[in-house]
DNA sequence: CAAAAACTTAGAATCATTCTAAGAAGAGGG
DNA sequence: CCCTCTTCTTAGAATGATTCTAAGTTTTTG
């Protein structure tokens, strides 16, 4: 079997198969602009770096292809919880669980020394303000008294 | 010194007087709503409550006063990275830092163990899929070669 | 080749949020 | 009290990211 350079390539054809996908010139190209640099880029700078290798994609295919290469398990989305911004009362230090069956979102309670063990990856010289953990998951069959 | 059941309008009330900021009957109505359960409601949802109350209020004031009990610490937002979704290849289990001077992200490592830990929180029978991570704060002073 | 299924496209639509411009309300000084 | 300054509130317009729609293309399969 012939490696070659076209490793990354090679994944995406596979991964569109297992999935009964087709493998387009669009999303191999949004493929390959995302892995090209260890960045994060936002959907409208992948449409800027893909657009100079074919001038007539559009905005809504390079949406459509993220969204492929992430049920494909190629791509995460970082800020993904697009949906309205939430208030909350709760000033102890505390993370959220997102419940994606439900909706709901409650409090987590989090132990000072887990959050002393967060900071402490951390390189030197960086200091963080403050640390949002959200948790992404499903609560129990038999639902528990909490509340949104 | 007489304490009274407004405990908490007295922290409002306090909390602004010390940001040199007026009390007003709409930030008093925006904070109550949200103290009166212990739920992560969305602007618009706070906006019906406190419409009950006050059927003058306006969408853009309650928008205000949450920006403004923010500030003045009373209240979280919970998603309030509120910028472009952005992609990123990378799919060990990572957190995220977001400097919020230069708005640069990049991936912090996480051990295996922090994210055990971090499951053992749950209560029984949830199940995460994901645990989102986002550190905010400041880099070093003297920038390290780590890119956006 | 014909028909069905999967994709792409441009532009309209949506939704949360922010902006704008004008009007009200409170604080202080005279 | 009245004036003026500053702070707030308001309605509606504007913005920006994302999704939807409907039509056209490409691919697959029979």
Redesign the interface.
Known sequence: MAHTTTHHSDDLAQRLADSGLRNTPQRELVYQS??A????????E?FARVKAEMPTISLATVYNC?ET??EC???????????????????VPH???HD?KTGV?H?????EE?LA??KK??????????????????????P?K???
Chains 1, 2 share one sequence.
């Open positions: 995302i892995l640099r260890r960045d994060h880029p936002t959907a409208e992948i993220l290469l992430i398990r190629l791509v995460r989305a970082v800020h993904f919880e697009r949906a309205s911004t939430r208030y909350c009362p709760n000033l993370a959220h669980f994606s979102t409090d987590i309670d989090l132990p887990l063990a967060l990856l951390l390189p030197e010289g960086y200091t963080a303000d403050m640390i949002d953990i959200t948790y992404h998951g499903r609560g129990a069959e038999k528990e909490l509340k949104d």
